[in-house]
Structures are given as C-alpha cells and as structure tokens.
C-alpha cells in the first residue's frame, strides 16, 4: 500500500465549476498535510496547508482534512483554467523531516 | 517573501564533465533539501541540511556531491553522471528540519549526454 495515494486523474471540469481532488494517507501519526500545484515543467508552488480536522478556506481554494478516516480533500471553487496542472498532496509526520507525496492528481479546466 | 533561488536554470553536461548546482534562500530558513524529480512523478528526497550540517542522504550515489557553505546557501556537485539522472533538480528550505513547510526553488532542469 502507498503511503500517499491520490488519483492520477486527469480530473476534467467545465469552466466555473468546483473541482474536487482527494487524497489517503496510511501513517495514522501524520501531523501537517499540504496541497502543492504543480504546472508543466515547473516547481511545487504551495496552495495550502492544514493541521487540524476541518476546512480551511483560502480565497477560492478549500482544503478538508478528516484524521480518523485518514484523508485530505481540496475543493477548487468557480475553477479557471489556469488551474489545469498537477496537484501534489504531502503528509509529514509529527517530528519527521520528510515530507511524502503522493503522486499527484491531473486537472483538467475546461473553457 | 517565500523565495527559493535556483541556478542554472537548464544544465546540459556530458558523462565526464563536473558541475554544479546552486541554490539560494534569504528566508532565515535553516533546514534546506535537494529533491530529484522525473517526469510524471513526485519529488524524491535527495539529501537535507539542517543548520548547514548535513542530517539526511537517502542512499544517493557519491556521484551526487551536496555542499551547504553557509545558512543561505545550498550546492549540489555533480560528477560522472548517467543519462538516468537527468531530471528536475529541486531545492527547498523551511524553518527548521522538522517544522513544516518546505518552500521549492524554481528547479534545474538537468539532462545528461
């Protein structure tokens, strides 16, 4: 079993519409979760990240986190497509210096 | 500012040739990482620096060379090198080795003849 499991996707949404990437986790002591977007031929750009079960909102841009079904969500509300990259979900541990991603979701913003 | 520095931007060398990566936080940040990227996989964790000691190597050949000359500054030193390592090189820092948020440079884009 992966560590980090995401869907590869690619997850295709209309323009406007809200896009919805999910991603699991084994390691029941993850601590820290982070959604990074990846475009083509270009670095991790970091979007969110959450700690505490619940949402937390960041302008269009909501991310879930449910500890004990162990899974971590990111709602893209009115999607555009300049949202169409990679979207990299990472889990860290309590005191541990790796961060472990999985291997990322396709999205795909239809005009 | 959340700035990471990377240079070169794009590095061709050959299987003989020594290079260098170089890469740049002004952050105050004291952990820094090396991370390898191919295509259409995640990063993968190369080396970690924490407070310019060297704390983490995840069984990288030798032929990978890392160098932290000082708290801002992060090198990778690279030398007979395989076709199979070319690949986006990616630099991060954070606060510290186990505080989170790890902050990406822009990348070199690597490729070996």
């Known amino acids: 079993q992966k560590e980090v499991e995401q869907n590869s996707g690619p997850l295709s949404v209309p323009e406007g519409a809200i896009a919805s990437l999910n991603c699991t986790y084994s390691?029941?002591?993850?601590?820290?979760f982070f959604w990074y977007r990846q475009y083509s031929g270009k670095s991790p750009e970091l979007i969110m990240s959450?700690?505490?079960?619940g949402d937390k909102e960041d302008g269009r841009f909501t991310a879930q986190l449910n500890k004990a079904s162990q899974y971590v969500s990111l709602l893209i509300r009115d999607s555009q497509p300049s949202d169409s990259a990679t979207y990299l979900c990472?889990?860290?541990?309590?005191?541990?210096?790796?961060?472990?991603f999985g291997s990322g979701t396709r999205l795909l913003v239809r005009p | 500012d959340t700035e990471v520095t990377q240079t070169p931007k794009h590095l061709v060398m050959g299987m003989t040739n020594k290079k260098s990566l170089k890469c740049e936080q002004h952050?105050?940040?004291?952990?820094m990482y090396w991370y390898k990227q191919k295509a259409k996989k995640p990063p993968e964790l190369m080396f970690v620096?924490?407070?310019?000691?060297?704390?983490i190597n995840e069984s990288v050949p030798s032929r990978f060379s890392p160098e932290c000359p000082n708290s801002s500054l992060l090198n990778l030193h690279l030398h007979a090198l395989q076709p199979e390592d070319s690949a986006l090189y990616l630099c991060?820092?954070?606060?510290?080795?186990?505080?989170?948020?790890?902050?990406f440079g822009p990348g070199t884009r690597l490729t070996v003849l």
């Open positions: 991060a820092s954070s606060q510290d080795q186990v505080t989170d948020t790890q902050y």
């Open positions: 390691d029941r002591g993850s601590q820290s």
């Open positions: 959450i700690y505490s079960n």
């Open positions: 990472a889990v860290k541990g309590y005191s541990s210096y790796k961060l472990i």
């Open positions: 952050m105050g940040h004291r952990a």
């Open positions: 620096y924490s407070y310019e000691k060297l704390s």
